[in-house]
Every structure is written in C-alpha cells, then in structure tokens.
C-alpha cells in the first residue's frame, strides 16, 4: 500500500478562521514532510517530522502550526491566515534517513484558499 | 548549493510521438539521488525513478526511460510514443547528503500529448 490521504481535499476559509488540513499514512514511514505549492511552481518545502519530532522548519510564518499525533498521522493547524497563503498542500512520508536516498510519496493534496 | 533545472517550460506534442525532456542538476556531494515525479491535474505527485549518483546505468520501464549521464550533470527522461494520458507536468528533482531531508526541485515541465 503506497497511499497518502489527505483531507479536505478542497477548503475555503476566512482569514479569522481556524481550520486543520490533515494527511495519513500506512507504509510504516517515519519521516513526513509538509509543502506548499502554488499554481506552475514546484512545491516549496515548509516542515518535516522525523519520528514524531519536528526536524526541520523552512521558516514558515506561526500562522502554520504543525503536529505529529503519531508515526501515522500529520496534522497542518491554520488561523489567521492570508489570501496569498491560498495554495495546494501537500502531505509527503518517506523512509527516515539523512543521506536523502529514499523517494517520497505524495497525497493528493487539499487546496486552500483565503478569502 | 545543489540546483536543478529543467529548460524546457512546456513541451507540445502529438499523440505517437517520443518526447525527452531535459534535467540539469548541481551538487558538490559525490553522493547523491536523482528522482522524476509525475503531477497530472488532478495534483498529486507521483514518483517514477529513483537513481543514485554511483549507478550510471540508463533505465527502461515500458515506454519510460531515463539517460542520467554525470559527465554533464544530466539526467533525461524519455516518454516513446507519448499518449494523452502522459499529460502533465514533469519535476526532476536532487537530494543529498549536505541536503538530506529536503528534496530539491526543477521548476516542471509541462507536456501537452494531443490526441
């Protein structure tokens, strides 16, 4: 089984609200990475767990507040975010290691947008 | 710094016939990963091949093969008789050892296969 989900798969929300985007897998992965892409552009790295502990954050503004429950599940807390946070997001597991051997895979995301 | 570029914007053809499309990368590790991941419409990457920097050799998979040549830094994937379902866009992307968790992307490659 080499399946990430995610949900919602779409979501709207107000820049006052406070919502979760949530991803899940089951290949038994220990590292999980959180991207965010905008519309032609590459995914740009925001978070990775390795084990359950945040092991690198690309700066991202608090307005996104990650967790990891557990070895399976990743979570994206979003408040008082901005229309130019409106983008595709993406849950991504991998096998742990540092040496960057292993290949990702990928949910099929949850595309927000702020209004 | 590790970079990867990828020309080639968007890539128009018909139906039958073979496309390549082109992957530069740069990286001061000798030891390293080459990875092509598929994102059709509806938004998930897929990933296709993973190839480390010590294995040269070029690899066929159905009507997918990939030429990674280190003597110039380039690593291209061959679609041979394209079909409309290989519409999407096309990341090359780099991990290494200085890298290690974070995944380095190419700006994509669109390809349009009309039928």
């Known amino acids: 089984d080499t399946e990430v989900t995610q949900t919602p798969k779409h979501l709207v929300m107000g820049m006052t609200n406070k919502k979760s985007l949530k991803c899940e897998q089951h290949m038994g992965h220990r590292a999980m990475y959180w991207y965010k892409q905008k519309a032609k552009k590459p995914p740009e790295l925001m978070f990775v767990y390795s084990y359950e502990k945040l092991s690198i954050n690309e700066s991202v503004p608090s307005r996104f507040s990650p967790e990891c429950p557990n070895s399976s599940l990743l979570n994206l807390h979003l408040h008082a975010l901005q229309p130019e946070d409106s983008a595709l997001y993406l849950c991504a597991s991998s096998q742990p290691q540092t040496g960057g051997r292993y290949e990702q895979y990928f949910g099929p995301g949850t595309r927000l947008t702020v209004t | ?115």
């Open chain 2, 1 to 115: 710094a590790q970079k990867v570029t990828q020309a080639q914007t968007e890539i128009s053809v018909v139906e039958k016939e073979d496309v390549t499309l082109d992957c530069v990368y740069e990286t001061r590790d000798t030891t390293y990963y080459l990875f092509w991941y598929k994102q059709p419409p509806s938004g998930e990457l897929v990933f296709l091949i993973r190839r480390n920097s010590f294995d040269e050799q070029n690899e066929i998979s159905g009507r997918y093969s990939w030429n990674f040549q280190k003597s110039t830094s380039s690593f291209n994937f061959t679609i041979t008789a394209s079909q409309v379902v290989d519409s999407a866009v096309y990341f090359c992307a780099l991990r290494d050892n200085t890298g290690g968790f974070k995944t380095i992307f190419g700006a994509g490659t669109r390809l349009f296969v009309k039928a």
